[in-house]
Nanobody, 122 residues
Framework: VQVVESGGGLVQAGGSLRLSCRTSGLTFADYNMGWFRRAPGKELEGVSC????????WYADNVKGRFTISRDNAKSTLYLEMNNLQPEDTAMYYC????????????????WGQGTQVTVSS
């Protein structure tokens, strides 16, 4: 199984980025997917998750209204559209997959990527 994130980078406050997570070796449509992040010196934080069918989503309070999660099962790809980025959004962003929603939400996904760095300058 491979989980590969992309789309991170350096952006000024107020800017936007779109993260992508491409998977292979698993049946993407069977998996709940999520984005997590870890800022320097901080614990892993859930950002957003989406059910395998795409009909149910969850967002952390501090990203609601700014971030949008979506998935394309035909392309085995997960997305995170991030708008109005702020310096506190600076972190390594990870993509995770799990068949069980509760485990995914707890940050206990079965499959993880290596992460993509997002840096927001003030």
């Amino acid at each position: 199984v491979q989980v590969v994130e992309s789309g991170g980078g350096l952006v000024q406050a107020g800017g936007s980025l779109r993260l992508s997570c491409r998977t292979s070796g698993l049946t993407f449509a069977d998996y709940n997917m999520g984005w997590f992040r870890r800022a320097p010196g901080k614990e892993l934080e859930g950002v957003s998750c989406i059910h395998w069918h795409g009909g149910n989503t969850w967002y952390a309070d501090n990203v609601k209204g700014r971030f949008t999660i979506s998935r394309d099962n035909a392309k085995s790809t997960l997305y995170l559209e991030m708008n109005n980025l702020q310096p506190e959004d600076t972190a390594m962003y990870y993509c995770a997959a799990d068949r069980t929603w509760v485990d995914l939400r707890r940050g206990q996904g079965s499959h993880w990527g290596q992460g993509t760095q997002v840096t927001v300058s003030s």
